[in-house]
């Protein structure tokens, strides 16, 4: 057994021994940086879908749904082997209204007449680009 004296963040241990100390110590700083990314990445996907939820300008009787289609912008997070991903999203038979309302759309009774677009989904993911970095080495703790 490695003869370990503790000074601050300091290990002492034989010349032997220093690699297995080196890899347990690069093993507990991958798992923590683990755990921070995949804290960082949904902390920004969940505040990326409320934001998106809030943001567009439209009302929800302009959907003709209520507040349906607000409530079914939500989040899927998933982590696969070393990593993680994120996707904000319209649950149910909601999401087929995200193309018409971002893009806008001819209708069908006006021919030339186009509906207005609402660039929610566009503040949601500029919101997550500028925050996700931030949020993730917030995370992190060394």
Known sequence: MADRYGYGNHIVVSMEQAGEALRKILDN???DVRMGVNAGVKETAKETAKITRESGGYSDTSTGRGPKYRKAITYR????GITCEAQIHASGHEYSLT???EKGHHLWNKPGVMTGSFKHWKTGEEYA???VAQNI?????F
């Open 29 to 31: 700083v991958t798992t």
């Open 77 to 80: 997070f998933n982590t696969r």
């Open 99 to 101: 193309h018409l309302l």
């Open 129 to 131: 680009d500028a925050h």
């Open 137 to 141: 080495l917030k995370n992190i703790k």
